[in-house]
Nanobody, 121 residues
Framework: QVQVVESGGGLVQSGGSLRLSCAAS????????VGWFRQAPGKEREAVSC????????YYTDSVKDRFTISRDMAKNTVSLQMNSLKPEDTAVYYC??????????????WGQGTQVTVSS
């Protein structure tokens, strides 16, 4: 059985940082492009970032460029999202999912249950 689990969410002040982590069991994340997605209250789910299977390329939505960094650790079978200079508009539930693409569309892959990120002003 495949399970994808996000961790690292929490409450942080504007300008602060958080690091999200995505782990999986039943699959090797190294076999997939893996992305981070978010959904704010009353809004549609959107793609935040995607890293290729080999980790040699990464893509970001414009609103997080130069603030967020996606990375992967093959040995630990994890994908992380370092979020700096957080803004209140980054508040959302953040999800990890496999099979993302450069187009930053919502993939049909394995999804986690999400972790809440709240940025206070």
């Amino acid at each position: 059985q495949v399970q994808v689990v996000e961790s690292g969410g929490g409450l942080v002040q504007s300008g602060g940082s958080l690091r999200l982590s995505c782990a999986a069991s039943g699959i090797s994340l190294g076999d997939y492009a893996v992305g981070w997605f978010r959904q704010a209250p009353g809004k549609e789910r959107e793609a935040v970032s995607c890293i290729t299977r080999g980790g040699d390329n990464s893509y970001y939505t414009d609103s997080v460029k130069d603030r967020f960094t996606i990375s992967r650790d093959m040995a630990k079978n994890t994908v992380s999202l370092q979020m700096n200079s957080l803004k209140p508009e980054d508040t959302a539930v953040y999800y990890c999912a496999t099979d993302c693409s450069r187009a930053l569309l919502l993939p049909i892959g394995y999804w986690g249950q999400g972790t809440q990120v709240t940025v206070s002003s």
